[in-house]
């Protein structure tokens, strides 16, 4: 049986393995935490998708470099079922994958889990993730880490993590009809997913939670993959511009915005976009016009980035699925005309986190050929043709 402290926290257990090079430390020389604490494990078919955020700080009083991450999978019985690691080995190492990898004394480092994806048929009970760290505080310590061996570390730390599963409670229809493209989801490198907390610039924001992090971008091509067609500066040439927007499942509408202005395009590149000047407190989470969705279970749908005047809810208004809510717009942080949406576990957009969106009535589109989906999620890359009802009043 899994040790429920494990589960609730991290396991930082400091151990000195070059006794000749370093002294063993009195206090763990990093202090690690995943966020959310115990991360969602998101099923498709014959994966395990496992995307969660790990703050690593230096609490030592010398830089370190992290030269491997050992991930080691253990089942119920506490038997380990997987071990894989990306480290300094080779001529492009792997633990490039991670980014920056040098820790001053004191500063914390936002580690996205590399090791994302696993069969379904593997236990995901217990998760430990050991950290090799080498003393890296000078040229001589710099030079000398350069020919290590991975296993060759000054201090290890481990820290365990218990994902959890997650049971939906609304039923959920895509929130658009017709054939659609999933311009990015949430898979390791989406931008949705890389939302680093310790950040400076996202703390200043009050982000404490990310409540994209099972988000999807979603638009319109044509036959031949265009977003859009002549002169990018029209938005009426996007292909997605001005499309229906359908409430996702039943609920309550919590709260709307539909007076925000949209952004435009400076040059036929797309490269440049202008933004309007709004009053202070307009659109202070930067998600232009909007509907917020309870569903009353303790789910949220989000709908962003929508036209202006085009929003057909308001608050306190009830919805059913496939409901008409608005139009795709070009509104908020939005780089280019898409709907944004999210399905989260409160109403707050920078305190709630995301959930994993499994719809139902829909197919995925392989070119000619397209495979039903009764219940699942979509990601980034897919191809979608929902088969569910949609009413444009």
């Known amino acids: 049986m899994i040790s429920r402290v ?4 991290a396991l930082l257990l400091p151990l000195c393995w070059d006794a000749g090079f370093c002294e063993t430390p009195k206090s763990p020389v990093l202090i690690i935490r995943s966020a959310p604490e115990r991360p969602i494990v998101e099923v498709r078919g014959s994966n395990q998708f496992l995307n969660f955020e790990m703050l690593v700080r230096n609490a030592s009083g010398f830089t370190l470099r992290i030269s491997q991450i050992e991930l080691s999978v253990y089942d119920s019985a506490h038997d380990l079922v997987l071990r894989k690691s990306i480290n300094t080995d080779a001529f492009a190492p792997s633990i490039a994958v991670i980014g920056k990898q040098i820790l001053a004394p004191g500063e914390t480092l936002d580690v996205f889990n590399p090791f994302s994806q696993f069969e379904s048929s593997l236990p995901t ?10 003393r890296e505080s000078n040229q001589r310590q710099h030079e000398k880490n350069q020919h290590r061996l991975p296993d060759d570390c000054d201090f290890r730390e481990q820290f365990t993590v218990c994902p959890r599963t997650y049971e939906d409670k609304t039923p959920l229809i895509l929130p658009l009809r017709g054939k659609i493209f999933v311009w ?5 490198y989406a931008h949705h997913q890389r939302v680093p907390l310790s950040n400076s610039k996202v703390r200043s924001l009050g982000i404490d939670a990310n409540s994209n992090n099972f988000a999807s971008d979603l638009i319109y091509l044509d036959a031949q993959g265009r977003e859009y067609h002549d002169d990018p500066r029209k938005l009426s040439n996007w292909y997605s511009y001005g499309q229906s927007i359908y409430a996702p499942g039943a609920g309550i509408v919590l709260a709307t915005a539909n007076d925000i202005p949209e952004n435009w395009f400076e040059d036929a590149g797309p490269t440049k976009i202008g933004h309007p000047k709004l009053p202070a407190g307009k659109d202070p989470r930067d998600i232009g016009n909007f509907a917020l969705i309870d569903h009353r279970d303790g789910e949220y749908s989000l709908l962003v980035h929508m036209k202006p005047g085009s929003v057909m809810v308001k608050r306190g208004d009830q919805v059913e699925p496939g409901q008409l809510v608005g139009r795709i717009g070009f509104s908020g942080d939005s780089i280019f005309p898409h709907l944004h949406y999210s399905l989260m576990d409160g109403p707050e957009v920078f305190k709630a986190w995301g959930l994993p969106a499994y719809f139902s009535q829909f197919r995925r589109v392989l070119g000619v050929r397209s495979t039903k989906v009764e219940h699942g999620p979509v990601d980034s890359g897919d191809f979608l043709q929902s088969d569910a009802t949609y009413s444009e009043r």
């Open 184 to 188: 990015e989801g949430h898979d390791l």
């Open 6 to 9: 494990a589960c609730l926290s």
């Open 125 to 134: 009970t217990e998760l430990r993730y050991s950290f090799c760290l080498l």
